[in-house]
């Protein structure tokens, strides 16, 4: 069965530092999402991405985080200068199409945290 | 207006109960409203989801009972079983032009014991 896969499935980083979050989603998929879940509560959205654009992106995203799809198979989250609170799950999604009925498939997450 | 409340935040069932999870939303541009699953260390997985122009539906122990006038929902688990325990989070859908963007619950973690 297709999957979403995000690597590393543990980063620990120094306050700072740049990240990159990497996933590769499913490779018919067309939109592709980022999500976070701080550990606890619930999981917030991030970012949409069609079309090698964001297109819909939350108050969360600001100018410390960008997207990427640098090749035809990844989707990158990078977090230019990591914050104690960036500590979270970050999760990718991707979607087959914009719609109703159109299911999200997740990432198992990738566990960022921030010392 | 974006909020998904959900309730309770946590839940203890014993097996072959009824495990029953709330939700409500106020923003009624919100179009779908899937349940998502999730164990620990896993990404959440879609369970069941409904359409805003169905009251209930049904795939096998799992129900969404969806009232739009009173902007609620819920899912219902039937015969709730310990392979069930988990966090279920409920969300809402919106088409953004872009894509479909989710706005999810705070969670209920559904313990079910023997």
């Known amino acids: 069965e297709p999957e979403v896969t995000q690597t590393p499935s543990h980063q620990v980083t120094q306050m700072g530092q740049e990240v990159i979050l990497r996933c590769v989603p499913i490779?018919?998929?067309?939109?592709f999402y980022w999500y976070r879940q701080i550990l606890g509560q619930k999981v917030e959205f991030l970012v949409s991405?069609?079309?090698?654009?964001?297109?819909?992106k939350s108050e969360i995203f600001d100018d410390q985080f960008s997207v990427e799809r640098p090749d035809g198979s990844n989707f990158t989250l990078k977090i230019r200068s990591t914050k104690l609170e960036d500590s979270a799950m970050y999760f990718c999604?991707?979607?087959?199409?914009?719609?109703?009925?159109?299911?999200?498939?997740f990432g198992q997450g990738t566990r960022l945290t921030v010392v | 207006q974006q909020q998904v409340k959900q309730s309770p935040q946590s839940l203890i069932v014993q097996k072959g109960g009824i495990s029953i999870i709330n939700c409500a939303y106020e923003?009624?541009?919100?179009?779908?409203f899937p349940w998502y699953q999730q164990f620990p260390g896993k990404g959440p997985a879609l369970l069941i989801a409904?359409?805003?122009?169905?009251s209930e539906k049904k795939e096998g122990r799992f129900t969404i009972s969806f009232n739009k006038s009173a902007k609620q929902f819920s899912l219902h688990i039937m015969d709730s079983q310990p392979g069930d325990s988990a966090t279920y989070f409920c969300?809402?859908?919106?088409?953004?032009?872009?894509?479909?963007?989710?706005?999810f619950g705070t969670g209920t973690q559904l313990k079910v014991e023997l």
């Open positions: 999604a991707s979607t087959p199409a914009e719609g109703l009925n159109t299911e999200a498939f």
């Open positions: 490779s018919n998929h067309l939109y």
């Open positions: 991405f069609y079309n090698n654009e964001i297109s819909e």
């Open positions: 923003n009624t541009a919100f179009d779908y």
């Open positions: 409904i359409r805003p122009d169905v």
């Open positions: 969300a809402a859908q919106i088409l953004t032009g872009g894509g479909n963007k989710l706005t």
